[in-house]
């Protein structure tokens, strides 16, 4: 088994600003530490999107700044609120494919970990905050599934944004819209694929047409349970999360962990006997 741990919806923000009265530098920071102090062995690290809350050159430096002495490899993705350009020039850790969009592969035995770019553009338009997908990246990603189905591998497919409706109005109209294309892409591949996803900022599971999903909390702030609200921009002090990923023989298994809520020893509860 191997292990990968994921954060999304960093939101970080220049120094003192905060996002309802939380700082997203202090949020991400307790978190990675949380993250490698518990599951030191983890194979590697997904940042998946929204590192940047405006995408400002200074808050890519600030997400460097809490990276730069970790030894564990680091990928990193990109959100809506992220600046491609501005991240692939700030961040060391970037890579990108052959057509200049940030994705990656990388294959852990029977499961090969795809993370998708699924940012409008280019030219970007800072007032696109849904996700699209091009003729380049699906013919990417087609490929990709291609060598998994030779391989016989399942896929942990990453995507900041979910390429399906979660019931919340405001944030479906902001979904990735190539929905359509893609579950023919993933359909037509015959490979066993699980969606992990960013974006909402709340913990969802599902069946999106018969691929299961998960989706993982923000580390900074939450969406709340208002589910037909059309509002893109409620946000909650619910705890926050970051998931640990098992790649398995059997599959692929996602854990979310409320990290201010685990305590750093474990108790057994005991059972009190029925009179
Ligand atoms: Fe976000
Ligand atoms: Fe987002």
Redesign the pocket.
Known sequence: MQKLLAFT?IHMKSEGQKIIGLDPFAQFERALAHGLRHHPEAERIILM??LADTGAPEEYDRVQEILQDIETPVTLMA???DVRDTLVQKMPQAVCDAAGFLQTSHSYGTVRVLTLDTLFGPPAVSYA?F?AYCDQRFAWLTEQLSEAKQAGQWVALFS??PPFRVGFKGMDQ?RMRDDARMLKVLKGSGVSVHLIC????RTISGNWDGFGFSMLKSTCHQMPLAIDTTEMTLGTTEPAAYGVILLTDDGIIVHSEDFDLVQETLNTHTETPVA
């Open positions: 919806d999107g929204d959100g809506n609120h905050h996700g900041h944004h902001i960013g974006h909402i900022h």
